[in-house]
């Protein structure tokens, strides 16, 4: 069976990405930052939903690294609507996480 983790699953793009797979049979680990969802309602036995914050790698379930996925989609983005969108404080430190998000790169700037 084909499996597929989905972060920021609950938004828009990522919860309609979520039943395109399940709709095609795939096991789908959604990640997102609420704690219950508010698109992906319907009972799937193949969805798996779990919170998560993306400024904290490290608080990825367990389950991620006890097995194998095929895919992996990154829609989480923290302040991609609202007043949070103009913050731009925020969003370089959301920018510069997504290019070290396990101590990795550095940045853009990073050159290994």
């Given amino acids: 069976m084909n499996k597929v983790i989905i972060t920021g699953a609950d ?5 309609n990405t979520v ?6 049979g795939w096991t789908v680990l959604a990640l997102d930052i609420a704690e ?9 036995p193949n969805l798996i939903y779990c919170r998560w914050d993306a ?9 991620i690294w006890n097995q194998e996925w095929d895919v992996f989609i990154h829609f989480a983005w923290n302040g991609s ?19 070290n998000p396990n ?6 700037n990073d050159t290994t």
């Fill in 19 to 24: 039943k395109f797979f399940l709709s095609r």
């Fill in 55 to 63: 400024f904290d790698p490290e608080d990825l379930p367990e389950s």
């Fill in 11 to 15: 938004g828009f793009i990522g919860s």
């Fill in 36 to 44: 219950t969802p508010i698109r992906l309602t319907d009972v799937e």
């Fill in 103 to 108: 101590g990795g790169a550095d940045g853009p």
């Fill in 81 to 99: 609507a609202g007043p949070k969108r103009l913050d731009l404080d925020l969003q370089i430190k959301f920018l510069l996480a997504e290019f």
